[in-house]
């Protein structure tokens, strides 16, 4: 966890499981103000995979991707409702295996929630 430049936060994870697969995950954050207490928060997610995970119908290489935006409202530094939008996407193989079983590739759901630190 950190951050890049131009205040962009970065979280990367390796995930490690059965058979010695091993699967990275990229998220990238940047928090936006548009005024004082509103802000508008972008966020792209990566998963990939080192193997072909059978179990979870994941294959080989990039698997997934997610975009997200989000709209925040500070009502305090420490108390944020928002509202936004979520887009996922299965990739590549993973993508091709999921649609010769006839599941979706794709999905976009609207999110409501609350950050809040303690």
Known sequence: TGEAPWYIETEFKLNLAEGG???PELELE????????LELIPKLELFASSKDDSGLGIRSGLVETELAL????K????????IGIEYETLLGNTADAARSTGQETSDSVL???LSAWF
């Open 111 to 113: 999110v409501v929630g």
């Open 21 to 23: 697969i091993i699967q």
């Open 30 to 37: 940047y928090e936006l103000a548009i005024t004082r207490n």
């Open 75 to 82: 009502l305090t530094p420490r108390f944020i409702p928002y």
């Open 70 to 73: 989000r709209l925040g409202y």
